[in-house]
């Protein structure tokens, strides 16, 4: 079966950082391009950053750009998000998603396979 499990979700003071890592398994990894997104309590879930299967190409939405940084490793079957300057904004649910497209996209339905969900806490 399928598993995508996050780490590295905790809690951090704003100005901080924090390294979400998401650990693949049951698939040919490199084959899928992989999705960062973010739920708070009470908003629809939202996406924060993508990378393709070739890691040529990555995208962000605008409220992280120049603070998150996506990067991915086929050889370990792992996708990252580092988190620089973190505000309180950004607390929330973090999920890694999975589509087997070359196309990165921002919606959530068009991924495949998801994960737990790591919590992100920043206080201000």
């Known amino acids: 079966q399928v598993q995508l499990v996050e780490s590295g979700g905790g809690l951090v003071q704003a100005g901080g950082s924090l390294r979400l890592s998401c650990a693949a398994s049951?698939?040919?990894?490199?084959?899928?391009?992989m999705g960062w997104f973010r739920q708070a309590p009470g908003k629809e879930r939202e996406f924060v950053a993508g990378?393709?299967?070739?890691?040529?190409?990555?995208y962000y939405v605008d409220s992280v750009k120049g603070r998150f940084t996506i990067s991915r490793d086929n050889a370990l079957n792992t996708v990252t998000l580092q988190m620089d300057s973190l505000i309180a904004e950004d607390t929330a649910v973090y999920y890694c998603?999975?589509?087997?497209?070359?196309?990165?996209?921002?919606?959530?339905?068009?991924?495949?396979?998801w994960g737990q969900g790591t919590q992100v806490t920043v206080s201000s």
């Open positions: 998603a999975a589509r087997s497209s070359v196309v990165i996209g921002t919606s959530s339905s068009v991924y495949n396979y």
């Open positions: 049951g698939l040919t990894f490199s084959l899928y391009t």
């Open positions: 990378i393709n299967r070739s890691r040529s190409s990555t």
